[in-house]
């Protein structure tokens, strides 16, 4: 405005748009001794799109402030989670979650924290007045400040008392994430002997994400730097609205042990975790999805396989090495959605998935390869509104490679 690179025109109708995007991320490898490989990550990523109206009034000149400003985007941190990733949801207990049952206990400890820091700055404000029962006013059961600093607590099995009440956490919060890879078995004698090689992995990530936020239109500070608007719920507004954040780990794998025998044998067992949890702030429920797999397979390759192909009344041979290979997998997947002020845990969906899948791979020529396959799958429903299926595949592919 200064340098006169705004239209005055009174007609203009534009926004003026800043789109910022901060990405911090630091990785490290190292190896403590041979055959260890250690790879640690950690990421913070900060997306902000503003949009701002400067219209020139009817005599030409621009108000001193902007108008409508409003800032979206989205956030996400690594951070650790593992602390309560393992814990037993069972239908004899109802599908109750120790770690939901903290997140409740928590929202009262992070009630009391707000109003803490609202006093320090705010001298008519009083804690009590017309306060839900056990949280502090302005700072209910509902309140988003209360709410997300209580469900990172929880899901992250950090103490209330001290998680970040911060929006968007500084980089200081961020926690590593690792792969771990381990290939030394194979160099002592007595493995040797027997395998060819032993091959362990182990893969590690969270991240707490907040999908988007916009600017809370109705938040409103004074003079000192105060909001005392509230809401419905006489919870006072937030300077952001966000409708969810998320907590999303995997261990992809938890174990992976791959050993490639003397005799052309390879075996493989893989477990794998996931969990997806999601806080939705508009209707005060918290979704908890959850995978845990287990694959078991082998393979065998037969060294130079002959096969007589019939070719316009001629005889082809044809050899090369016939790959099998066998895997077996357990998939267990079910969705919870727990709600905070009905205190129900209700499943919603999931199956326990059992697949068998068996291949066979063969070499036509140094352009052709076909393999043949079949597979079975059955799905055991987690819940009653749907039925057991099957499915059962079977057929070959051809592959054509156009170049080498």
């Not at 009034?57 to 985007?73: A, E, L, V, W």
């Not at 966000?242 to 174990?255: C, R």
């Not at 797999?293 to 007589?308: H, L, P």
């Amino acid at each position: 405005m200064k340098n006169g690179w705004l239209t005055k025109d009174t007609l203009m109708r534009t926004p003026a748009i800043q789109n910022n995007k901060y990405d911090l991320s630091f990785r490290t490898t190292f190896e403590p001794f041979p055959g260890l490989r250690i790879d640690l990550n950690a990421d913070r990523r900060f997306a902000e799109n503003i949009s701002s109206y400067y219209t020139a009034d009817g005599s030409g000149n621009f108000p001193d402030s902007t108008r409508n400003r409003i800032s979206t985007g989205s956030f996400s941190i690594s951070v650790i989670s593992w602390g309560t990733a393992f814990e037993k949801i069972t239908k004899s207990n109802n599908y109750v979650s120790e770690t939901f049952e903290d997140f409740k206990k928590n929202t009262k400890i992070i009630s009391s924290r707000r109003a803490g820091e609202r006093e320090k700055v705010d001298a008519s404000y009083n804690p009590e007045e017309n306060a839900e029962a056990s949280y502090k006013s302005g700072y209910g059961s509902t309140s988003r400040e209360v709410l997300v600093p209580a469900f990172v607590a929880a899901y992250t099995k950090t103490s209330p008392e001290k998680v970040s009440l911060e929006t968007f956490p500084s980089a200081l919060k961020m926690m590593p994430n690792w792969r771990i890879n381990f290939d030394g078995l194979s160099k002592f004698d007595f493995i040797q002997k027997t395998f060819r090689s032993i091959t362990l992995t182990h893969q590690y990530r969270s991240i707490y994400q907040i999908g988007s936020y916009a600017t809370n239109l109705n938040y409103s500070v004074d003079g000192d730097g105060i909001n005392s608007i509230r809401d419905l719920q006489d919870n006072f507004i937030q300077e952001y609205e966000i409708d969810a954040v998320t907590i999303s780990e995997q261990f992809s794998p938890l174990i992976n042990v791959d050993m490639n025998w003397q005799n052309s044998l390879t075996t493989r067992f893989e477990w794998k975790k996931s969990r997806t949890v999601t806080l939705n702030l508009s209707s005060n429920q918290i979704t908890d999805a959850r995978i845990n797999e287990i694959v078991v397979g082998a393979g065998y390759r037969f060294d130079d396989v002959q096969i007589i192909l019939n070719t316009q009344g001629r005889q082809k041979a044809l050899k090369s090495d016939l790959n099998l290979r066998l895997d077996f997998s357990v998939r267990d997947n079910k969705t919870l959605i727990r709600k905070f002020i009905e205190d129900v845990n209700q499943p919603v969906s999931g199956a326990k998935v059992y697949t068998t899948g068996l291949t066979a791979d063969y070499v036509l020529s140094d352009r052709f390869k076909l393999q043949l396959f079949a597979d079975y799958t059955t799905n055991n429903p987690f819940v009653a509104t749907t039925y057991p299926t099957s499915n059962t595949n079977f057929g070959f592919s051809l592959e054509f490679t156009l170049a080498q």
